[in-house]
């Protein structure tokens, strides 16, 4: 178990009461239809800890059933989706020095030709690819290894609507945008949002893929999982990989990542879901959206309408969720992101009548569980039990309203 973190200058918590809220967190590892071998959260406010506590296990032995490491609100696992938050404030910093135009087609960037077959006259955008409108659909493998024609994945990788004309989530459409940033920079993608979004955010100890991670905070990652067999199986991070040296990139053979000249393809490092960061780190993330944030610009709703489980409104990057949409809570709405991968499910949030963000996520979760997905919020019943943790740590601390 993990000590719960509290604000510089606010009483801290009784030890009952520290108690009572973990015991809560704790709950949700064994919730029905949500069991996980650990669960994060944390509520940041104006780059403040306000509250971080974790529970459950980073790893286990080779049984998959007995812990040996406790998960931490310091652990960094994968953040799967959670991750185009700094893909989009990397997007950001770089138009307004100029360096890109959000709006501007994104082909003359590009080695390959990117053309719509359906609409061949219709450009593709940065701020289309960031909001998922820019009618590039996911094929069944959204990455190519260092050595392989990115360019050639999107021979059948459009959807059936034209650029600017629907929302269908993907991405593949996220390995473009770093693609192209890595075009316009000539700098590695992973070196890119380390500079623009990574730093400026709070976040200097994450990086995609394990890049820049310090070899101790490495060590001491948390793995995925899945429970099969009666036992959790690591899905990804497993310890060998968190003993390596370097980030983690799939080459081919007689190709080296010393070689790679960046624009050549941006997915090497996992745009799309690569982030390994931690709880505090995400909610420092979701922050950066807030109305004096980097990334407030791109909070601003690009689409509305239907396009999966809750999804209401979209900006270049994140996803809002707009009022009546947060369950219990009728009069909050949030910017951020969900994700889920792997085994991982959480999401990062900033909450403007709150002044706040909350991050929260589980490290694994059984297959063979449903997981009903909330019709109006698009959380599952464990995300949803962790936002309300949230918020109820908020009330009883005087910081939500009723």
């Not at 922050?287 to 601003?300: H, S, T």
């Amino acid at each position: 178990m993990a000590a719960g973190w509290a604000l510089p200058g606010c009483a801290a918590p009784s030890v009952e009461e520290g108690d009572a809220w973990q015991v809560r967190l704790e709950s949700i590892l064994e919730m029905d239809g949500a069991r996980a071998p650990g669960a994060a959260i944390a509520i940041v406010r104006e780059g403040e800890v306000l509250w971080a506590e974790a529970a459950g296990a980073a790893a286990f032995d080779v049984s998959g059933r007995n812990p040996e490491r406790a998960l931490t609100p310091r652990t960094r696992v994968r953040a799967a989706s959670i991750s185009k938050l700094a893909v989009a404030l990397t997007a950001g910093a770089m138009a307004r020095e100029g360096l890109v135009d959000l709006d501007a087609p994104v082909a003359p960037s590009l080695e390959f030709v990117l053309r719509h077959p359906q609409a061949p006259q219709a450009p593709v955008s940065l701020r289309q690819l960031l909001s998922h409108t820019a009618g590039v659909c996911d094929p069944s493998r959204y990455w190519a290894e260092l050595g392989e024609d990115f360019g050639a994945m999107f021979e059948d990788a459009w959807c059936a609507h034209a650029p600017g004309e629907a929302f269908t989530y993907s991405n593949l459409g996220y390995g473009l945008i770093a693609t192209v940033l890595e075009a316009v920079s000539g700098e590695r993608f992973d070196s890119l949002t380390r500079r623009y979004a990574l730093d400026p955010a709070g976040l200097s100890g994450a990086g995609f893929n394990w890049s820049g991670v310090e070899r101790p905070a490495r060590l001491e990652g948390g793995a995925l999982h899945r429970w099969i067999d009666g036992a959790w199986r690591v899905q990804i991070d497993s310890a060998a990989m968190l003993s390596g040296d370097g980030p983690v990139v799939l080459v081919l053979p007689g190709h080296a990542l010393e070689d790679y000249e960046p624009g050549a393809n941006g997915s090497l490092f996992s745009p799309q879901g690569g982030l390994r960061a931690n709880v505090i780190e995400l909610a420092l993330l979701a922050e950066a959206f807030a109305p004096r944030g980097p990334g407030a610009a791109l909070a601003e709703p690009v689409w509305r309408g239907q396009g999966g489980p809750g999804i209401r409104a979209w900006g270049s990057g994140p996803q809002i969720l707009e009022p009546g949409q947060i369950p219990g809570r009728p009069g909050l709405s949030a910017v951020g992101l969900p994700g889920d991968a792997w085994g991982f499910f959480g999401g990062a949030w900033y909450m403007p009548e709150l002044n706040a963000s909350i991050a929260y996520f589980v490290t694994g979760e059984d297959p063979e569980e449903p997981k009903p997905y909330d019709p109006v919020s698009g959380l599952t019943q464990g995300e949803t039990a962790l936002v309300k943790l949230a918020l109820d740590w908020l009330d009883a601390h005087g910081g939500a309203p009723g």
